[in-house]
């Protein structure tokens, strides 16, 4: 057996490295061509000097109602709300961070910070226009807070007041 196939496990890197690649770090400066919805827009990203790409980025770590498919009128007027807001805070250029590929072909998975060099995605939920990847996400649903009148118990929630409530 030739000693190169005894090395061979030696000197290639581990399969978890090899996953490692699959992400940029960045950051990686962009142009915003169009905003999508509320967590996705489109860019043309510079990779190298006089190399760009136009790719459709989807924010990481957070989920916005959807604009294209709402399974009710209620997520249908906060997704618009979404897409304005991202329209109003991004400006012309983006910082993206933690590129990595989307399940979806042609699109990336990123962090975005806007021109001014806010988090976009931070700024989604504190306007309460998205959620955290993995929440519940029913925008069909009036939002629920806990009654002041019942502090110190989680288990009894109370819708808010009315729609004009909610985002």
Request: charged share 25%; net charge neutral.
């Amino acid at each position: 057996m030739p000693v190169f196939l005894l090395l061979f496990p030696l000197l290639s890197p581990p399969v978890s490295a090899l996953a490692a690649t699959d992400r940029l770090t960045g950051p990686v400066s962009a142009e915003v061509l169009r905003v999508i919805d509320g967590d996705t827009i489109a860019v043309k990203a510079l990779i190298w000097p006089d190399q760009q790409v136009e790719v459709k980025v989807r924010l990481a770590k957070i989920d916005a109602p959807e604009l294209f498919r709402p399974s009710c009128e209620r997520e249908k007027q906060i997704a618009r709300k979404a897409s304005e807001f991202v329209k109003n805070q991004i400006g012309n250029q983006v910082q993206l961070t933690d590129i990595r590929l989307g399940k979806y072909a042609g699109r990336v998975i990123a962090n975005i910070n806007t021109g001014s060099g806010q988090d976009l995605g931070r700024l989604l939920l504190q306007a309460k226009l998205a959620r955290s990847a993995g929440e519940v996400d029913n925008w069909c649903l009036p939002p629920v807070k806990t009654s002041s009148a019942l502090q110190g118990s989680s288990s009894h929630l109370v819708p808010e007041d009315g729609p004009e409530d909610w985002p």
